[in-house]
């Protein structure tokens, strides 16, 4: 079972930036396509972002021109480079594979507050 570990999440007022990162220790992610998902209190999990192992990219129009998505195959590593955020991107934010496995990490919690 493949483990994926989120971090960088926090509290930031709107307008703010947060960089989110995933690590998939053991194993090589290179050859796959890997997803930043999110949910909101009360709604499904949606994704976010995803990277394609040529580093092509695709976003939600929700995140659009805010929200960034990169990879480090060397680290393992995919990131989420997120900007100007909204209190509407308050959610548990969770990387995996796209698409996504049965396997989820724990997540990463984002608060946009003021």
């Known amino acids: 079972q493949v483990q994926l570990v989120e971090s960088g999440g926090g509290l930031v007022q709107p307008g703010g930036s947060l960089r989110l990162s995933c690590v998939a220790p053991?194993?090589?992610?290179?050859?796959?396509?890997m997803g930043w998902y999110r949910q909101a209190p009360g709604k499904q999990r949606e994704l976010v972002a995803r990277?394609?192992?040529?580093?092509?990219?695709d976003y939600a129009d929700s995140v659009k021109a805010r929200f960034t998505i990169s990879r480090d195959n060397a680290k393992n590593t995919v990131y989420l480079q997120m900007n100007m955020l909204k209190p509407e991107d308050t959610a548990v934010y969770y990387c995996?594979?796209?698409?996504?496995?049965?396997?989820w990490g724990q997540g990463t919690r984002v608060t946009v507050s003021a």
């Open positions: 995996n594979f796209y698409p996504p496995t049965n396997s």
């Open positions: 053991g194993i090589i992610f290179s050859r796959n396509d």
């Open positions: 990277i394609a192992p040529t580093r092509i990219t």
